[in-house]
């Protein structure tokens, strides 16, 4: 009987983690596709980002989505998940400084809840 609880409960973080995970990962290598648009760089000369800033962010970006969903070290995740969280923090921070309390300011917030979420699945599947 412990057996089928411990199962059904690894399948429910599995299917957490996979839908918090792939919902991150999606927003992230999506923006691979927008790297060069005008809306990237509006929305960082309106944050009174630099130029070089956008591409280095950008292609953070991918790395990180990439890794989010691929085997890898548990160090590497860890860098990933830690570098997420500061990037999502910091555009809090960036959004409430520029446009203050607004839509946009919040989108972050959303992301590092999945973040969160995909977080503490992923350690609860490592311990299993």
């Known amino acids: 009987m412990a057996t089928a609880t411990i199962s059904k409960q690894t399948k429910k973080y599995q299917i957490i983690f996979w839908i918090s995970t792939g ?22 000369r309106h944050l009174g980002l630099p130029e070089w800033f956008r591409w280095e962010l950008s292609i953070a970006h991918i ?14 995740k860890e860098w990933v998940y830690a570098g997420f969280c500061i990037d999502f923090i910091s555009a809090f921070i960036a959004y409430l400084s520029i446009e203050g309390l607004t839509g946009n300011a919040f989108s972050p917030l959303i992301m590092l809840v999945l973040l969160i979420v995909s977080y503490i699945c992923y350690h609860k599947l490592k311990k299993e």
């Open 23 to 44: 919902l991150i990962a999606l927003f992230e290598l999506s923006g691979a596709f927008f790297i060069n648009s005008e809306m990237a760089k509006e929305g960082m």
């Open 63 to 76: 790395i990180g989505g990439f890794l989010l969903i691929v085997p890898a070290n548990k160090r590497l």
